[in-house]
């Protein structure tokens, strides 16, 4: 059975879907989940789901301190499910095509430093683009640049609010996220 660590940076509602997916499993577990965010809202679901929290300053992320926090719970692979920070070289190395994100576009477009939530949304909006939907990805050095494991798509309406688009790409996410995450640990 392999240890997932989720990474999220605020609400953590694919975190608690993913931990729900995996509850009861023969295939993984989410053994924790982190957040550089001591007023992420992923951290009541941590409670809520009697899942470990662990909240992490930056100097720690970024000198090494957190890998010795997924060493402590045998952590096997990381999701990243709304987390916003560009992951260091080390964990990169220590989990080499073991750190997953998803995207809230059709990579290579709409992808890069600040490229998240509504932002990604309203620039989908601004370009004219027809279509949108989710990248899950490996995670590399670069912000989105990693090779892509599974995309799913959905229309952009004309009439669509960033808020509109949202909710069909959430819909996305929580459909496709877990069965993937699964999928690639099965290898």
């Known amino acids: 059975m392999k240890n997932i660590a989720v990474f999220a940076s605020g609400s953590g509602s694919n975190a608690e879907n993913i931990f729900n997916h995996f509850r009861g499993s023969s295939v993984a577990q989410v053994r924790l989940f982190l957040t550089e965010n001591p007023s992420a809202y992923v951290l009541e679901r941590a409670k809520r789901l009697g899942v470990r929290a662990v909240v992490f300053g930056m100097d720690e992320f970024r000198s090494g301190g957190v890998l010795q926090v997924l060493k402590e719970e045998q952590v096997d692979f990381i999701v990243l499910a709304g987390f916003l920070k560009l992951i260091p070289s080390y964990l990169i190395d220590a989990y080499p095509n073991g750190i997953v994100n998803i995207h809230p576009a059709l990579l290579p477009k709409f992808g890069g430093k600040g490229m998240y939530g509504d932002r990604v949304h309203a620039a989908v909006i601004a370009a ?34 960033a808020a509109d688009l949202a909710q069909r790409v959430h819909e996305l996410e929580y459909k496709h996220f877990p069965t993937v995450i699964e999928r690639v640990l099965k290898g």
């Open 128 to 161: 004219g683009e027809r279509e949108s939907g989710i990248t899950i990805h490996y995670v590399n050095h670069k912000y989105d640049e990693g090779k892509t494991i599974f995309q799913a798509s959905c229309p952009v309406l004309a009439t669509d609010s």
